[in-house]
């Protein structure tokens, strides 16, 4: 049983790194990538919310879906 919980953990530390976990996007071209767009000053309430940068102090918002 041991050995699963290891097998388990080594599993999750593989798979932080692939891909599949996105990282918040850290200019305009990764923004649009992950499905966002660059806002002026602040995201549109109560639909969108930011969830990385374009670049120094704008946002990259993204739809959100409830």
Known sequence: MKIFSFFFVVLLLVLQGTSGFMRAPSNAAQC??????????????PKMRSFGRCQ?????????YD
Request: contains cysteine.
């Open 32 to 45: 649009k990538q992950a499905g966002g767009t660059c806002s002026i000053n602040h995201c549109p309430l």
């Open 56 to 64: 120094q102090g704008v946002p990259c918002c993204r739809t959100v």
